[in-house]
């Protein structure tokens, strides 16, 4: 309870933001590091693609989302999961180069995903709305982008079973009742925003709740995570699956980075132990994984059954190396061993071989990432999101290496 009371005692400054928030630096170790990737150079290359990407995106009810197979942009709408990470991407845009460009699209590609505040529909309101008005009411602290953050929550909220005691996360009844994906994870900080925001008691509790089941029933002895996870009331996990892995048994590369950015999140919000022995327990699996690259840019999955004549996954690896960096500020014991491996693949994803020229890829920032190979959806292809967590690696980089 005194844990709980102290969370609520914080004042509201901003800084907690994860997708969207920024760690609170040690001087030590900024002065530690000297960067090895010129975050700038980086950033002067993203704000030229994006500069092309809104030259084509003038409709605001087509997001950018990948590239279909005859190299054609692919395009959503605001319901899909993915719809916040341009607007995302923008705002980091915006806030390391002050464009004001960036500022005003980033505005207007935040309030085309407004109306799914009301969408009771997805687990994926943390990725569409904090995201966006996340990013943004850090930057600006425009207090017209609370109110549909809160609404949001609330409705996010209403995917809690009590009686299951985790957020539901599709409503397909072809996979079972009551499917909890580890992707949920990612969600719950949006959760944690709006519970320190209004003192919500409700919403911190909930996200604790489902973060503790999740940890008790989606691992496996070596930390992997399972994909799907079929629930009875009781938190009864029944059935344990694959959706986008290559088997039930096997650990698909992005559900990993979700879960080790997903534990990683939970200690920064809670301070509980349990957390981070878990976040450093993933670490551990994906950085000792023996079929990870020398790269270290991840197959779609560890177990893939062609490595190594499968496709890589670098979605998987923005989102590691963004976690491993908070992670570095959080453990005492792997500070320097997570800012280094995290540091290799920012490394590696800023190399010609990932990082696409000016003017090509459909104006998306990274190449070679896999949404859901089983389906053939997104394979080897540019998509949003990838682009979305290596600028926050960036902006995470740059921070503990002091560039600006």
Request: hydrophobic share 35%.
């Amino acid at each position: 309870m005194k844990s709980i009371q102290r969370y609520f005692g914080i004042i509201q400054t901003g800084i907690w933001i994860s997708t969207v928030v920024f760690i609170a630096l040690n001087t030590s170790v900024s002065q530690a590091n000297k960067p090895v990737i010129d975050v700038k150079k980086q950033f002067m290359l993203a704000s030229s693609q994006y500069k092309g990407m809104l030259a084509s995106h003038q409709d605001i009810k087509k997001f950018p989302q990948s590239t279909k197979p005859d190299g054609s942009p692919h395009d959503r709408t605001s319901e899909w999961w993915c719809s916040g990470f341009f607007g995302g991407s923008l705002w980091y845009i915006y806030e390391f180069t002050k464009d004001t460009t960036f500022k005003s699209a980033a505005n207007k590609w935040t309030m085309a995903v407004e109306k799914e505040k009301h969408n009771t529909r997805t687990h994926d309101l943390g990725f569409i709305l904090y995201c966006t008005f996340g990013n943004g009411y850090r930057i600006t602290k425009d207090k017209s982008y609370v109110e549909p953050m809160l609404t949001g929550a609330n409705s996010l909220a209403t995917r809690f079973d009590p009686a299951i005691g985790l957020i539901k996360s599709w409503d397909k009844k072809d996979i079972c009742d009551y499917p909890v994906i580890i992707d949920n994870m990612m969600n719950l900080e949006f959760l944690f925003w709006a519970a320190r925001y209004n003192k919500d008691k409700k919403l911190y509790n909930l996200a604790v709740t489902h973060a503790d089941n999740t940890l008790n029933n989606h691992f496996r002895d070596d930390h992997s995570s399972f994909h799907v996870l079929c629930y009875e009331p009781g938190a009864k996990a029944v059935i344990k699956k694959t959706h986008q892995g290559a088997a039930d048994s096997s650990a698909w590369a992005r559900g990993q980075a979700w879960a080790l950015y997903g534990y990683t999140v939970m200690f920064r919000e809670t301070k509980d132990i349990k957390y981070l022995k878990k976040a450093e327990g993933i670490a551990k699996f994906l950085m000792n994984h023996p079929n990870m690259p020398e790269n270290k840019i991840p197959y779609w999955d560890f177990n893939a059954p062609n490595i190594p004549n499968e496709e890589r996954d670098a979605s998987a690896a923005a989102i590691t190396a963004s976690a491993l960096l908070e992670l570095s500020t959080f453990s005492k014991s792997n500070q320097k061993q997570y800012f280094s491996y995290a540091e290799g693949i920012l490394k590696t994803l800023s190399t010609d071989e990932y990082l696409a020229k000016t003017g090509e890829n459909n104006n998306f920032i990274l190449k070679h990432s896999v949404g859901n190979k089983p389906s053939k959806s997104e394979v080897n292809t540019p998509i949003i999101y990838a682009d979305y967590y290596y600028l926050e690696g960036l902006m995470r980089y740059a921070k503990l290496t002091a560039q600006k």
